[in-house]
């Protein structure tokens, strides 16, 4: 039985869930699979297209990734300007003092264990938004299919700081480059974002393709792993 808690974030309030074998979940709160969970309130706008969105006229999905800093590299988001020079959803603005991140849970009698590693997850989270941090060290026990789980290992081993595409990601779970599709779908279900990193895998041409979250997270989340967006 997963156990549920919601956490601020620069990006937006996040959905965790967990269970005693580790986190099994990790969603925006706009997120258009957010499980329905009492105590989370719809929000008001969902995420219905992984791939909609525009800056300065531009469809994002067409924006690339560029490798020009180390990973970590462009600082704390909390304080930070986006690459563009445009503002990222959930950012805070110039003067704005941090806030202090909580975690809420919404059942009682959530076991210490789940409790522990729902606190682990949001103390490692805090570092990754300060660029302190380029791994993740609780355990994961996302729920799917023997092939999900395949894909979802492969990301896994997608450090910060690079990319892949989806030919590229196939090949590194043991599949043939024709199975990119099929692996799209899969990176497309997972289920524990940012920390089982789907924002790393982009279009054969470079490009940001589409995210559950929304894009312009997608493209925050790699500029904070050290990539220029444009």
């Known amino acids: 039985m997963p156990f549920y808690a919601l956490i601020p974030s620069p990006l937006g309030p996040i959905l965790l869930a967990a269970d005693d074998a580790g986190l099994s979940g990790l969603y925006f709160t706009d997120q258009r699979d957010l499980p329905r969970v009492p105590g989370v309130q719809a929000a008001a706008a969902v995420v219905s297209d992984p791939s909609a969105g525009f800056q300065g006229g531009r469809a994002i999905r067409t924006f690339k990734a560029l490798r020009e800093q180390p990973a970590g590299a462009s600082g704390d988001l909390f304080t930070e300007k986006s690459a563009g020079g445009g503002k990222t959803a959930g950012r805070l603005a110039q ?35 300060r660029g302190a941090r380029t791994v993740f060290e609780m ?50 279900s997972n289920p524990i974002s940012i920390i089982i990193p789907c924002h790393r895998i982009l279009a054969r041409n470079g490009t940001l393709n589409g995210y559950g979250g929304g894009l312009n997270r997608k493209a925050r989340l790699l500029e904070i792993e050290g990539f220029t967006i444009r």
Do not use: I, N
């Open 95 to 129: 003067g704005e003092s941090r806030p202090q991140a909580a975690l809420r849970l919404l059942q009682e009698g959530t076991p210490a264990g789940v409790q522990a590693v729902l606190e682990q997850t949001l103390r490692e989270l805090d570092d990754y938004w």
């Open 139 to 188: 355990p994961l026990a996302p729920q799917g299919t023997p092939f999900q789980k395949k894909v979802w290992l492969a990301l896994l081993e997608v450090p910060c700081g690079e990319t892949l595409s989806y030919g590229e990601l196939a090949e590194r779970a043991g599949l043939s480059a024709g199975h990119g599709r099929a692996v799209g779908t899969a990176v497309g």
